[in-house]
């Protein structure tokens, strides 16, 4: 066979695949509606800046003090005072119903105390099931408690003839400063991630269903029957999906930049070429599935648990990949939204370039080779 | 009338159908349980393992005694190097996630008077991580200062006075004493991984029969539609039941996340999830004319499920239209049913109204489904 006939033979795969992808144009379009659909819903939905807490309030001093204390806390808008209780009972039912997030106590002799300079408390009763917010939520009461007590520090020193003292002590100060999201927006963060995961749950879900179609309805046999040689299979069905899924790509990219105003600060090549590798990847992954179970229904089931759950919760899309269990960490090795993620993150947040991104790069290119050698392999070994 | 021995017979034909594939029984028992064992660990928003770099341009005790106390907090896996230019590629290329720059005159600060800052540069991608990097910081940052605070004062002749906060905050942390996030963690990933299983198996159930052209065969027998549906829902149901009690076992028995309200709540519970999840995935089913599209159908509308239901994300912080859209879905109620009944001990006094709503989407979905796929039925 001369190699006319072998790309004679992968450009007929091709207009055959290309043609059964355009003769049902109900999935075609959805292959482009839903990942503009889900990262606007997404893109609006996920925020997970602490914006508005719930708040209840059980003052038993009733002192010029606590109200001063409680405006304090209340003053930046992110705590709400939503309810006044009056017992521990009640607290613990607001709590358990979830009315609240955060119960702030003041005890009976906050005011004496203030005045005796022994140093009051104030007790914040927290809903520990409410997730990350109940340590931010903790977190903010503090800092609103402890600015109440730097003013009332400062009042005191001032009447000492100490005024300058609070601009000295303490005399460590941390100055930071935030690269990348200056505005510290949630948002920033995750649309690059939904990018990757919305591509990458497509890309194995299309191909799933390829070639596990083509064995239960016997259009296999045909192939088999031709000239074909497996890696001539293979490419040509990859192909025309890895088209679609670098126009979804594209689509969403351009989605995030212009319309959520998400920065992409590095290079377009280095983006579009780690792209390209992530959906070779992930589509060799379905179709392997494809090959491998013949059964459409559990190709899609494997698929789904290959993909779907693991991206979403290893791959660092959610969760920081380095505050999991090392086990954890191992299995994400082989999670190649893991690598896409971070590429993309690198290379929209923080404009890093080919050199810092090379070990990821590297992984998703081993990976890809992996993968589609094992579909042109096992493909093999059916049609034989 | 619904003959019961007509639903019977096809619900043991189902049964043999799905188990005949025995390839299928690790997906539907041993995959969930592996789910949970895979994401409880995996889901925590904890603050560990946070790469810091710092520059040591003082290089005194004190400064040694600064980089071991942030070394002590356990908090960070700290890299030091030269040069703050290092810091700056280090910060871009992903390899830190904040930055310490320790200024050369740091230990020379009591004399002086005046005060030292130390520079923190923070990678604010990820944001709530960077906030909470900044607290840990600033504070292990204001206890090291403390005796030096003493000397300043000690120089203002204010020997002796102890600088104190005036008011303190104690806190008391219901439910969950350690905030350790995988404990409100799991039950949201059970919840996550029963309505993958039970919505995708029903999905491709109906549409598989339809491909195959073997609806037609049922048609001529005396089988109703409803009784063909609810028959061919009945493995799944039992399939369901036995994945809520064994990712029960493992959330209980391998996460140690205590279940403080009843058993057989949960159950209850979950019974009434697990209709809305039939119905759904019935209704895919019907409106689909293969498997692939009932596949992509069951995932675009998985996605937006599991990601928009609270367990992930606040559904405080979401526009108001998609907060309204959100009373839809069921696993919203699950999700909060079942954090309840496992960590707070909710019964179902508290929980009637999650119960109400999970049943009624699940009834009406459920008729819904089964109506349109009546008329393909005939």
């Given amino acids: 066979m001369t190699v006319e006939d072998r790309v004679r033979i992968v450009r007929a795969i091709l207009r055959k695949e290309y043609r059964h992808i355009f003769r049902d144009p109900r999935s075609l379009i959805a292959a482009f509606a839903i990942p503009i659909v889900l990262l606007m819903l997404f893109g609006y939905a996920i925020d997970f800046d602490v914006r508005h807490v719930d708040v209840g309030v059980w003052d038993e001093d009733r002192s010029q003090e606590s109200r001063d204390l409680l405006g304090h806390v209340f003053a930046s808008g992110t705590l709400d005072h939503v309810l006044d209780v009056s017992s521990e009972e009640e607290a613990d039912r607001a709590l358990v119903r979830g009315d609240v997030k955060v119960i702030v106590h003041v005890p009976a002799r906050f005011a004496r105390d203030l005045a005796r300079g022994d140093g009051a408390t104030v007790q914040s009763i927290v809903d520990g099931t409410s997730g990350p917010f109940a340590g931010l939520a903790l977190a903010y009461v503090q800092g609103s408690v402890a600015r109440y007590g730097a003013t009332l520090a400062s009042t005191q020193l001032a009447a000492a003839g100490l005024s300058d003292l609070p601009e000295r002590i303490p005399p460590l100060a941390v100055r930071p400063r935030t690269w990348f999201n200056e505005s510290l927006e949630s948002r920033q963060f995750t649309i690059p991630g939904l990018i990757a995961i919305i591509v990458m749950m497509l890309a194995a879900q299309l191909t799933s269903q390829c070639v596990a179609q083509e064995f239960e309805r016997g259009t296999i046999e045909p192939l088999i029957a031709s000239p074909m040689a497996p890696w001539e299979l293979v490419l040509g069905k990859l192909v025309p999906y890895v088209t679609i899924g670098l126009g979804q790509v594209t689509l969403v990219t351009l989605l995030a930049l212009f319309w959520f105003r998400v920065p992409f600060r590095g290079s377009f090549l280095l983006f579009a070429f780690a792209s390209g590798m992530f959906l070779v990847g992930s589509m060799a992954i379905g179709l392997l599935l494809s090959i491998v179970t013949r059964s459409q229904q559990l190709a899609q089931q494997m698929a789904l648990l290959m993909t779907m759950l693991p991206s979403l919760l290893i791959s660092g899309f959610i969760f920081p990949v380095r505050s999991m269990p090392f086990v954890l960490q191992v299995v994400s090795l082989v999670v190649p939204a893991r690598y896409y993620l971070s590429i993309v993150r690198g290379v929209m947040l923080r404009g890093a370039g080919w050199a810092a991104m090379a070990p990821d790069l590297m992984f998703m290119a081993a990976f890809m080779l992996l993968i589609t050698g094992a579909c042109v392999w096992r493909f093999k070994k059916r049609l034989a | ?378």
């Fill in chain 2, 1 to 378: 009338m619904i003959s019961g021995r007509r639903l019977a017979a096809v619900a043991r034909k189902e049964f043999i159908q799905l188990f005949r594939d025995r390839r299928m029984l690790p997906m539907l028992f041993i995959a969930p349980v592996v789910q949970l064992t895979l994401l409880g660990y995996a889901a925590n928003y904890d603050l560990k393992a946070v790469t810091l770099g710092i520059v040591d341009q003082n290089r005194s005790a004190m400064s040694r005694r600064l980089v071991d106390a942030i070394d002590q907090s356990q908090t960070f896996e700290i890299t030091e190097y030269d040069r703050p230019e290092a810091l700056e590629s280090g910060l871009i290329s992903g390899r830190i996630e904040a930055a310490l720059e320790i200024p050369p005159d740091l230990d020379r600060v009591g004399e002086s008077g005046d005060r030292a800052s130390i520079a923190l540069l923070l990678d604010g991608s990820n944001s709530n991580r960077a906030l909470a990097t900044r607290g840990q910081i600033e504070s292990i940052v204001l206890r090291e200062a403390l005796p030096l605070t003493d000397l300043v004062l000690r120089q203002r002749g204010l020997e002796g006075v102890e600088v104190k906060a005036p008011v303190t905050v104690v806190p008391k942390i219901l439910f969950n004493p350690t905030l350790e996030s995988r404990v409100f963690m799991v039950p949201g990933v059970l919840a996550m991984v029963l309505t993958v299983i039970t919505t995708t198996l029903t999905a491709m159930a109906i549409v598989k029969e339809r491909e195959r052209g073997t609806i037609e065969q049922i048609g001529v027998t005396p089988i109703r539609a409803s009784e063909w549906i609810l028959g061919k829902m009945a493995p799944f149901i039992g399939v369901a039941l036995a994945d809520v009690v064994l990712v029960t076992a493992v959330a209980l028995f391998w996460f140690h996340v205590p279940l403080r309200g009843s058993f057989v709540l949960l159950t209850f519970l979950s019974m009434c999830y697990i209709t809305t999840t039939l119905g759904l995935g019935l209704l895919i089913s019907s409106l689909s004319s293969t498997q692939q599209q009932a596949m992509l159908t069951a995932l675009m509308i998985l996605l937006p499920i599991n990601l928009l239901s609270g367990i992930f994300y606040p559904i405080e912080n979401m526009p108001r239209a998609i907060r309204g859209f959100s009373l839809l879905m069921p696993l919203r109620y699950f999700g909060i049913a079942l954090r309840s009944v496992f960590l707070k001990g909710g019964d179902l006094s508290s929980l009637w109204d999650e119960a109400a709503a999970m049943l009624a989407i699940g009834i009406v979905t459920l008729a819904f489904a089964i109506m349109r796929s009546r008329r393909g039925f005939r």
